[in-house]
């Protein structure tokens, strides 16, 4: 969580807390009168994200016309109860009341006799911007009866306008972790003489912000791939993830909306090239922009024509260019004719003709 939205939620936390639980809350006065009541949590766990440990407040909220808490001195000593995990838990909030100020015109109804008096708030659980949590709307009456003669007084927990008990408070944990997804199609032509077979294509985001190029967004593909089978087209989904707790500015996210509460971060969509034999690769490229809601933990993705804000799809084109090997010629022998053959016996007789009269011009010498 980036500074800015940490400290806007210190703020608003600081201004509920000062309306509904102010400074008494703090004071150990020893003239004060003390109870405890016992409120249950039930946790609950929608997904396969497991909540961890938390920690949740509750406030005493006063009713139409009604003076607040602190000017009828109640106070909550102790208004939290911490969890961990999906399960149910107990706690006991301490409840503390400034006799001095036990009087009608703060709020307080005496009986019949003014042997009791009485004051009622309704307690609710407070709504922070804890990431992935779905609060519930549980609330009850907090119904404190004092008693003059022995100085005590009784805290006890009701279903909102009956005197059914009721102290249990329900928050589900959606988790932090949320995924999101797009369609890509990618377009598969022929260019050469051979048909294109099966093939995956992969696709990149690049972040456009340099914050967000450095730091961890938050941000995990978990499916780039598209699949083709020859010449067609062919569609499939880019999905990722997003844990909530990466956006912020100081990740590279630009803060919008009302109240600056609001994410958005824009990536470059584009082909990765493999490099792969015979293909011509898609030079086209998009402006992918993730718009995320932390009081929803929801994303919005849309994608646009590069630096415009014109929508488009994500479509690359792609063209096998393989050709088949050109055919090599094939040299034949020439067929035998007995020419040759002819000629060496040609050869061979006149070599042995002229041997012979060789021979013979030698013998008529020595006679």
Do not use: C, H
């Not at 034949?332 to 053959?341: I, L, M, Q």
């Not at 050869?347 to 013998?363: C, D, P, Q, V």
């Amino acid at each position: 969580m980036n500074k800015k939205l940490r400290i806007s939620i210190l703020i608003s936390l600081v201004s509920i807390f000062m309306l509904v639980m102010p400074m008494g809350i703090f004071a150990d006065n020893p003239n004060f009168l003390t109870d405890e009541v016992t409120v249950k949590k039930i946790v609950k766990q929608n997904g396969q994200e497991a909540p961890g440990k938390e920690e949740f407040k509750f406030g005493l909220f006063p009713q139409d016309g009604q003076k607040s808490p602190s000017e009828a001195g109640v106070f909550l000593d102790t208004n939290t109860i911490e969890t961990n995990g999906a399960n149910e838990f107990e706690t006991n909030l301490k409840v503390s009341v400034d006799p001095d100020k036990i009087k009608e015109e703060n709020g307080w109804k005496p009986n019949q006799r003014r042997t009791t008096f009485i004051i009622a708030y309704r307690i609710k659980e407070v709504k922070e911007t804890k990431l992935g949590w779905q609060y519930g709307n549980d609330e009850y009456d907090l119904v404190i009866s004092y008693d003059p003669q022995n100085k005590t007084i009784w805290p006890r927990l009701y279903e909102v306008g009956n005197d059914t008990f009721g102290n249990t408070f329900t928050n589900t944990f959606n988790g932090t972790m949320i995924s999101d997804s797009f369609k890509i199609k990618k377009i598969v032509k022929q260019g050469g003489d051979i048909a294109p077979g099966k093939e995956t294509f992969e696709f990149d985001i690049i972040p456009l912000n340099k914050l967000a190029m450095q730091n961890d967004t938050g941000i995990k593909v978990t499916s780039n791939k598209v699949q083709t089978n020859g010449a067609g087209e062919f569609e499939s989904e880019f999905t990722f993830t997003l844990d909530g707790n990466k956006a912020g500015e100081a990740n590279g996210w630009t803060a919008f909306g009302k109240n600056k509460q609001n994410y958005l971060i824009a990536y470059r969509l584009q082909e990765k090239n493999n490099m792969k034999k015979g293909w011509e690769y898609s030079n086209e490229q998009y402006d992918l922009v993730i718009s995320y809601y932390p009081e929803e933990n929801s994303t919005f993705t849309r994608i646009y024509e590069v630096g415009t804000d014109a929508s488009a799809n994500a479509t690359f084109e792609n063209t096998y260019k393989m050709m088949k090997e050109p055919v090599k010629p094939v040299v034949k022998e020439n067929p035998k004719t007995g020419d040759t053959n002819s000629f060496i016996d040609l050869i061979s007789l006149s070599i042995i003709g002229i041997a012979g009269l060789f021979m013979a011009r030698n013998l008529r010498k020595d006679s």
